[in-house]
């Protein structure tokens, strides 16, 4: 969580609800208050407790080197780390103090013992985890993040301690790099997204509605941020001649860069254990890797993650030529479930299948079936994973063997029928990341960004996301 606005007087309770709102219905169980911002307000960390969200509190150090060498701003750091340990440190919500956000990593070339570093490493090992015991004696502590197996070791590893991994994006790694990596807890992790028009709408006149125009450019704060979207959109997609489509690209190639990460340490549960990606919000309007844009309205991304984040998940992958599906139970009790797993031409039609039942333990992650996808016609074929308790469907999930750009899609006839609160979409052919944007309105619908399976109807509940928060 970043701020909730540029101009901190606009940020309130109202701000917070939604924060905890959007975090409560996408199914997260933790939010990162990162180091580059502000403490959280006592609202927030009430709410938190209220809706069991767990915090992941920094100190508000980031990305530079500070003068603790001087007394005068010591003696003011202290006071401040003072205040807000006895201000949070009662909320049942914060789980972990950490000293700073990536300073130890970002100037790890800096010598040992220039007097910065001799003092970063005085104040971040030895003076704050002091102060913070006079008034906290409880709550964990760690130096930084990410962090290693000790001042200046291991800070990239996988063996210890957290990980931010940003091999993709900023290393121009490609969109499955990250099955590659079996890291302990990625604390931060991401993909740029354009924001939506009607966020673009408020600094931009239609004139530039253009990924390079001068006002887009200003509004882009991350170097070549732009060409890097595209660059992504580009592993995926073709690249769309409209602007609407551009946006939807950048959404969709978001999604499945955070959402297969997640769900590739998900499936490692045990040796990965914890996935949070950069950033929830945003303070402005302008592109960026937040999953909600500045005025509310909910990215894919968010619809993905109440699916990938379930306590019960589904998650089918491609591997060596085959389709794999996995159970993933994060909840406290085992479960009797029904995986089914079926791979189809974009007609419908069922190629090959298979089910099996199961004993999912609490917990734990199990590779449920496995089906050959050799000698399939990859170009005209999707995989689709179903989960049933109780003979009642609680999710599914589908992939494609083939970026979409190589795929033999067919345009979609999408039929819609309206009831009251409710759409119903049905289609003869596949159609792949169906997505419903609703101009003005930023309450999250009940689903959206979903595969719609031939002749298989799909029904979904405008404003339909529980409010648990009454936002006033």
Request: charged letters at 25%; one cysteine or more.
């Amino acid at each position: 969580m970043i701020p909730p606005d540029a101009m901190g007087d606009r940020i309130n309770k109202s701000s917070y609800k939604k924060i905890i709102n959007d975090a409560l219905n996408a199914n997260f169980n933790m939010i990162r208050v990162w180091g580059g911002g502000y403490y959280g307000s006592d609202d927030f960390y009430d709410l938190c407790d209220e809706y069991g969200i767990l915090v992941w509190q920094d100190f508000m150090f980031a990305c530079l080197m500070y003068p603790f060498y001087n007394e005068q701003f010591l003696s003011n750091v202290k006071k401040e780390i003072e205040f807000n340990v006895n201000r949070i440190k009662h909320h049942p919500s914060l789980a972990l103090w950490c000293g700073n956000n990536e300073i130890e990593f970002m100037f790890s070339y800096m010598p040992e013992k220039s007097k910065t570093v001799i003092w970063y490493k005085k104040f971040f090992y030895s003076i704050l985890p002091n102060e913070i015991r006079k008034y906290d004696s409880l709550t964990p502590y760690i130096e930084t993040s990410p962090i290693g197996s000790g001042f200046r070791k291991s800070i990239t590893s996988d063996k210890h301690g957290d990980t931010h991994m940003w091999h993709v994006w900023h290393g121009s790694k490609n969109l499955k790099y990250y099955e590659k990596r079996f890291t302990r807890f990625c604390s931060e992790y991401g993909m740029e997204s354009l924001p939506s028009l009607d966020c673009i709408s408020e600094f931009a006149g239609s004139d530039e509605f253009d990924l390079y125009s001068k006002t887009m450019l200003h509004h882009q704060k991350c170097l070549s941020g732009n060409s890097k979207m595209l660059f992504y959109l580009l592993e995926k997609y073709n690249k769309p001649d409209e602007f609407d489509d551009l946006i939807y690209l950048t959404w969709l190639t978001q999604s499945e860069c955070v959402g297969n990460a997640a769900e590739h340490w998900r499936r490692n549960n045990g040796r990965c254990n914890g996935a949070l990606w950069w950033q929830l919000n945003d303070c402005w309007g302008a592109p960026s890797w937040s999953s909600v844009d500045y005025y509310g309205k909910w990215k894919p991304l968010m619809y993905e993650a109440k699916r990938f984040f379930s306590p019960i998940a589904v998650s089918v992958r491609e591997s060596k030529g085959n389709a794999e599906v996995y159970v993933i139970n994060d909840t406290l009790k085992n479960k009797s479930c029904k995986a089914k797993l079926k791979i189809m031409d974009f007609n419908g039609k069922i190629i090959k299948e298979n089910s099996t039942k199961i004993a999912s333990c609490a917990g734990s992650s199990l590779k449920a079936l496995v089906i050959s996808a050799k000698g399939i016609n990859k170009k005209q074929a999707f995989a689709n994973a179903e989960l049933y308790i109780n003979n009642e469907l609680i999710c599914e999930k589908s992939i494609v063997f083939l970026p979409e750009r190589k795929l033999n899609l067919k345009k979609a006839n999408i039929k819609i029928k309206t009831s009251k609160n409710s759409i119903t979409l049905k289609s003869e052919t596949y159609a792949r990341k169906v997505f419903i944007d609703i101009k003005g309105e930023t309450e999250p619908l009940s689903d959206n960004s979903f595969d719609l399976i031939p002749n298989r109807e799909k029904q979904y509940f405008l404003k339909a996301a529980p409010k648990l928060i009454p936002i006033i």
